[in-house]
């Protein structure tokens, strides 16, 4: 690259302004290939020229701007009077072009005055933007008003709620801060809304597999119960049992993936352990696919897993409270029974949503070791594994009973001697 060493900077810029704006144009010529041209203002050759008459403009005076502001505002007048008469001869109202004609007009002074990814982030906005039409009336269908509030909510919980919040805990009897709650709430509620968003508007009509895999994503316990009650009344077979493992081995990857937010120490102990689960939970998951494969399944989970909104004030409400509730426990087990304590009060919390519990963990600040903090989340990932399969068993229909025991047991085993080993380190 030594070669660029001996090219003029003012050229580079020149050739990146050619090539930008000739880009945009030949997107507008692509974009209005059926169109008569004598009703266009005009595509590739227009744009090209627009940049570079802002290009010559620009470096004319490069400190005030005086004569790129003069052309922005001619050049404005001028789509300003040609969008007036295709109103009048088409009917059509359409902005899109004279936009992208003014935003091709910016291009020069991007290129002089910010970094280089800043520029081709912004060109690559705009390309894709532009063609992107067909995906955004799609989309738009998609969504209902629902899907508008309920981001209008995430931006306000974790934009304007969030760091409004005190870091100091709430008392000396609730040793935790409104902040660290709040916080737990955005970053879980986040996490599933992404998997919520991927599979309404994404994966709408994903097989079996994927949608354990978008489920484990949002609740590997959910999943489980959805998928076990499905199979019981179409009798999917195999697939559930390959769609349930994959589900639960997403929950070790959602798992690590917290602990990288909120202790990458922790995290980092748990990396190796907790990709290994996933692993093996994948691989008795593309086992249990092969053993009898249902082409091409469909699941609908409308009404149950896809259609719920993450975001709900009752679901918020709930994880709150659970995680102010696992605080006192945690803090008042650890008082009376010391870390053997805090390891065994983890299978219990197995049975429940181990979410709170495990987030609390991870923030804690009262002089827990890190290696029992990984005791316990493991201890209780075991636990809710247990408790997944009672709810697979009892819900789904026996032709897959016996499938689901063998694989939950070797996932259940193999958790157990990782935690062992782990113990013994």
């Known amino acids: 690259m030594e070669i660029l060493n001996y090219i003029p900077d003012g050229f580079v810029k020149f050739l990146l302004v050619l090539i930008f704006s000739l880009l945009i144009g030949l997107e507008q010529r692509r974009h209005h290939i059926n169109e008569n041209e004598d009703l266009l203002f005009g595509t590739d050759r227009t744009f090209t020229f627009i940049g570079l008459l802002a290009y ?238 249902v082409i091409n399944t469909e699941i609908n989970t409308d009404g149950n897993l896809s259609s719920k909104n993450p975001l709900e004030f009752r679901t918020a409400a709930i994880f709150g409270i659970l995680f102010v509730v696992f605080a006192l426990i945690t803090d008042f087990v650890l008082k009376s029974y010391g870390s053997s304590g805090l390891t065994g009060l983890a299978f219990v919390v197995g049975i429940t949503d181990i979410d709170p519990f495990l987030l609390n963990l991870l923030q804690q600040k009262s002089g827990i070791g890190q290696a029992t903090i990984v005791l316990a989340i493991f201890n209780a990932t075991n636990s809710n594994n247990l408790l997944k399969m009672i709810y697979a068993l009892s819900l789904s229909s026996k032709s897959v009973r016996r499938d689901l025991i063998i694989n939950f047991s070797i996932l259940i085993v193999s958790g157990l001697l990782l935690s062992i080993i782990f113990h013994l380190l």
């Open 56 to 293: 010559v403009l620009f470096i004319a005076d490069p400190v005030n701007y005086i004569p790129f502001l003069i052309g922005f505002v001619l050049v404005g007048a001028l789509l300003g009077i040609q969008y007036y008469h295709k109103i009048g001869q088409n009917s059509k109202y359409g902005l899109t072009s004279t936009i992208l004609a003014l935003l091709t007009y910016c291009i020069p002074i991007m290129v002089f005055t910010q970094p280089v990814w800043l520029v081709l982030s912004f060109i690559v906005s705009l390309l894709m933007v532009t063609e992107m039409k067909s995906h955004f009336i799609t989309l738009s269908k998609k969504a209902s008003e629902e899907e508008f509030i309920t981001l209008a909510k995430f931006i306000a919980f974790a934009g304007i709620i969030l760091p409004l919040l005190p870091e100091e805990n709430i008392s000396a009897q609730i040793p935790i801060s409104t902040y660290h709650l709040w916080l737990a709430i955005v970053v879980v509620s986040g996490i599933s809304y992404a998997s919520y968003l991927l599979k309404k508007f994404v994966f709408p009509d994903s097989g079996i597999f994927l949608t354990g895999v978008l489920g484990g994503i949002y609740s590997s316990t959910a999943t489980t119960v959805i998928l076990a009650r499905k199979d019981k009344q179409e009798k999917i077979g195999a697939e559930t049992v390959s769609a349930i493992m994959i589900a639960n081995g997403m929950m070790y990857l959602r798992i690590l993936f917290l602990a990288f937010i909120f202790n990458r120490s922790v995290a980092t102990q748990l990396a190796i352990p907790f990709i290994a689960m996933f692993v093996i939970t994948f691989l008795l998951s593309r086992f249990g696919s092969r053993k009898n494969a």
